[in-house]
């Protein structure tokens, strides 16, 4: 995984921490493996 989309992901993770924290883990695993 390039350094500068890993950044741009945990980034948008933590602004977004409220939302993604109630996202099932079925909509997560998607996400990762899309950046992975």
Known sequence: MDRLVLDKVIGTLN???????R???T???????GVS
Not at 27 to 33: G, M, N, V
């Open 15 to 21: 602004t977004h921490k409220g939302e993604w924290a």
């Open 27 to 33: 909509e997560k695993i998607p996400l990762f493996q």
């Open 23 to 25: 996202l099932p883990i």
